[in-house]
């Protein structure tokens, strides 16, 4: 049965940081392409940044326009992502999910409607 079991979320102030994890059980997901959407009231589901497999250990990350110099992404073994959020805005306020699937990928990585798996979610409030 395939789990992805996210930590780390809370509550901190504006221009704080956070770390999320990610692992996931249930098989190998080493050539998965992994990472994080997140989700606040009322709005779509958002990319924030995912790593996609190329081959053997090594990964490519894809930081979400609005993220792009506070997170960081990264893969820890093939079936741990862990996304590294800095300096962060009361507008990354959000539900954080994380998220994995297993087909090959080339421009699709931002939409959630590719991903077949599905944590629960972990809270992120950033305070003003």
């Known amino acids: 049965q395939v789990q992805l079991v996210e930590s780390g979320g809370g509550l901190v102030q504006s221009g704080g940081s956070l770390r999320l994890s990610c692992a996931a059980s249930g098989r190998t997901f080493s050539t998965y392409t992994m990472g994080w959407f997140r989700q606040a009231p009322g709005k779509e589901r958002e990319f924030v940044a995912v790593?996609?497999?190329?081959?053997?250990?090594?990964?490519?990350g894809y930081i979400g326009d609005s993220m792009k110099g506070r997170f960081t992404i990264s893969r820890d073994n093939g079936n741990t992502v862990v996304l590294q959020m800095k300096s962060l805005k009361p507008e990354d306020t959000a539900v954080y999910y994380c998220?994995?699937?297993?087909?090959?990928?080339?421009?699709?990585?931002?939409?959630?409607?590719?991903?077949?798996?599905w944590g629960q979610g972990t809270q992120v409030t950033v305070s003003s």
């Open positions: 998220a994995a699937d297993p087909r090959p990928k080339s421009n699709s990585y931002y939409s959630a409607a590719d991903y077949a798996y």
């Open positions: 790593t996609r497999w190329n081959s053997g250990s090594t990964y490519t």
